[in-house]
């Protein structure tokens, strides 16, 4: 594992995927990270790329042929190399190669740049082109953190806090079957109650917000994730069907993309949400993680 670190925050990050596993709070002596135990979700913050969310029937069309894939894509299980690391910062880096073509016929080179200003971690990510052709893709990213934080704490403590974007109107998504709907537009400012059956009906889909904060009524502690101009922001944790309530986590997730429509006609290029790079351009984009 790769450790950066400041005064504040010791951040622990693996290769695979380039995935962050561990941040520590030096102050408050804090373990914010889930901590993968595969019971609930074996993951911790994969980067989704090239798709955000499942597929309709798991595939698409580009260009005559049809092309299968795996919900949230295949870039948080590649192996990455480290390009440039410094005491408070980490950068990342796959090149794809040819090694996906069967199931995206698009070349790129990927960079995640991890850094520490404080008590906050900044991710910021780079797509390249490395094709002849405009290509088509989405980004997300889905970090999960522990609730409750505290042993003398459980998640009915916490809530969640939505910020939406100036000048723009905040809309609410459903996932039905793990295909995305347009529900309701909502308020500029909105609490939510972490409860047993929040995430019963998948997650919670939002767009045009800037600001997503979970903290404990109780304690203060918490994240406050800023992903200003970010098309859509993801709530989730797994619903335990057994005893109706949530696992001890909760992803917020900031998405450049976003799940199929149920009417999708699953072309690549017409996908709600994708993003259109041209050739030799660079898309780049940046979120970050304060630690309460």
Not at 40 to 67: A, N
Not at 190 to 198: A, D, G, H, K, Y
Not at 219 to 228: A, L, P
């Amino acid at each position: 594992m790769i450790v950066i670190e400041n005064d504040w925050l010791e951040v622990g990050i693996v290769s695979n995927g380039a995935e962050v596993r561990e941040v520590k709070h030096k102050k408050n002596e804090l373990n914010y990270m889930w901590t993968g135990d595969s019971t609930y979700w074996g993951r911790v913050s994969p980067v989704l790329f090239p798709i955000v969310g499942r597929l309709k029937e798991d595939q698409y069309h580009l260009d005559g042929l049809t092309y299968k894939m795996s919900q949230h894509g295949f870039l948080r299980d590649v192996e990455f190399m480290v390009e440039k690391l410094t005491t408070d910062s980490a950068s990342f880096v796959f090149e794809s190669a040819g090694r996906f073509i069967d199931v995206y016929p698009y070349e790129f080179k990927s960079t995640i740049h991890y850094s520490l200003k404080e008590d906050s971690l900044s991710v910021r990510w780079k797509i390249e082109n490395k094709n002849k052709e405009e290509m088509y893709f989405s980004i997300g990213a889905h970090p999960a953190f522990k609730i409750p934080l505290l042993e003398n704490e459980t998640f009915h403590d916490y809530s969640l806090k939505l910020t939406s974007a100036k000048n723009k109107n905040p809309l609410e998504y459903e996932l039905k079957d793990s295909l995305i709907h347009e529900k309701a537009a909502v308020n500029n400012t909105e609490t939510i109650p972490l409860t047993r059956s929040l995430f019963a009906n998948d997650a919670l889909v939002y767009s045009n917000m800037d600001v997503t904060t979970l903290t404990s009524n109780k304690s203060g502690h918490g994240v406050e994730v800023s992903h200003n101009d970010f098309p859509f922001v993801g709530i989730w944790s797994k619903h335990v069907d057994s005893d109706g309530t949530m696992a001890p986590f909760v992803c917020i997730e900031p998405w450049y993309g976003i799940a199929d429509t149920h009417n999708t006609s699953g072309n690549l290029k017409e996908k709600f949400g994708v993003n259109r790079l041209g050739v030799g351009e660079t898309f780049q984009s940046e979120y970050s993680i304060k630690f309460i």
